[in-house]
């Protein structure tokens, strides 16, 4: 059943690996996978002892022939240690579930104070707005009926975002950040990457059901050389702004 279930999602042992997640290209993204893989080795193994005692109650503790019928197998209410342990392993998983948990998030949520470039991002609808800071030089590039609009982002590099939203609730998500965060009308919400030497493009798009047009919400973000990048600046800088 196992090589079955493995040949059938047509995923590599990679894929497995990552429990299904994209391949990352932030530092961050990192951390959220280490965090997806430690949640699923816990669950499987909290998911192998309750079988293993379901299995064991159902094989020795069933109703044997030639009992009486009001014969009931071996009981274990009213055993203080067996109920101390029911309750205090449980708080124990909870416990560490939660440390690691606030653990990474608090990561996640840092900021530099010197990012390298600033993204202000725009979620509307029915696309995105994205201004690029970079050495005193600003690039805006928004998508238009037809065109999605894409962002390009130097690799290796910290980059900071303010989402804002002027009309519904829109999610900014990049998959292979493995990231996403709520794009909110009157909420300054903002995060920060650090991009992987991993160039190439990869698709955005919003991941809330901001209204009848939610499937145009789509966008991509283009990895580049740090020269490749600097190029772009210059030369989107000095054109004006793309529609």
Request: glycine fraction near 8%; charged fraction near 20%.
């Amino acid at each position: 059943m196992a090589l079955l279930l493995v040949s059938a999602t047509a995923c590599s042992g990679e894929e497995w690996l990552r429990g299904a997640m994209p391949e990352n290209v932030t530092e961050q993204g990192d951390t959220v996978l280490a965090l997806w893989q430690g949640s699923w080795v816990a669950a499987i193994a909290v998911g192998v002892v309750v079988w293993g005692l379901i299995i064991w109650a159902c094989v020795f503790h069933r109703k044997r022939k030639g009992g009486g019928d009001d014969e009931l197998p071996p009981q274990v209410r009213y055993n203080l240690p067996i109920e101390t342990l029911y309750t205090v392993v449980p708080l124990i998983m909870v416990s560490v579930f939660f440390f690691f948990t606030a653990r990474d998030e608090v990561y996640l949520d840092e900021l530099s104070k010197t990012p390298d470039a600033v993204v202000k991002v725009e979620g509307f609808q029915w696309s995105w707005r994205f201004t690029t800071q970079y050495q005193g030089k600003q690039v805006t590039v928004s998508g238009i009926p037809g065109k999605d609009p894409q962002l390009v982002l130097p690799v290796s590099k910290k980059v900071h975002f303010d989402l804002h939203s002027p009309d519904v609730i829109h999610s900014f998500w990049v998959p292979a950040f493995l990231f996403k965060r709520d794009v909110i009308p009157g909420v300054h919400n903002k995060f920060q990457v650090d991009t992987l030497n991993k160039p190439g493009t990869y698709v955005g798009r919003c991941a809330e059901l901001c209204g009848v047009d939610h499937s145009r919400m789509l966008f991509s973000v283009k990895l580049v050389p740090q020269a490749e990048f600097e190029q772009y600046i210059q030369t989107q800088s000095q054109a004006g702004s793309t529609p």
